[in-house]
């Protein structure tokens, strides 16, 4: 699989797959009735733009009849970006609830960005700040989801 219409078409497989299973994982949701928004709502509705957005790329990809371009594996560089990439990602899921969702999200966009372009830190530093107050202000004080906290909760 090293051209880009096959490897589309098995992400886009993968991607519908998982919406799948989400849609799947959001029905064992049990709710109160008389909630104006159940608490599947919002996993229902992630799930089928999920498998929607897969079955597209799998059905754009299958029909399309242009030239397929060649896909190379990254260098020795691509693959220690890919690397700090997965590290980061681990390291946001550990700090998570140590140090709060709003606060483990400005970390890591800040480091994720200052990584990619190390000449702008201040604009990976002032996206880290603004993701978090993002995060905050949308998932936990608007729609009330219970995120942790972590030094915020005190």
Known sequence: MRSQRKGDI??????????AVVILAASQIRGDVEER???RT????VGFLTLAGGLAL???SYRYRGEDPRVDWPDSAGWVRIGVHL???ALFAALMDPLGMPIATALYVAVAIGYM????????LLTGAVSALVVYFLFIKLLGLT???GPLAR
């Open 10 to 19: 098995v992400a886009g497989g993968v991607i519908a797959l998982l919406g």
């Open 87 to 89: 590290l980061l990602l």
């Open 58 to 60: 799998a059905v754009k």
């Open 37 to 39: 928004l159940p608490p």
């Open 42 to 45: 919002l996993p229902y509705v």
């Open 147 to 149: 995120f942790p906290l």
């Open 117 to 124: 372009d190390r000449k702008r830190v201040a604009a990976a």
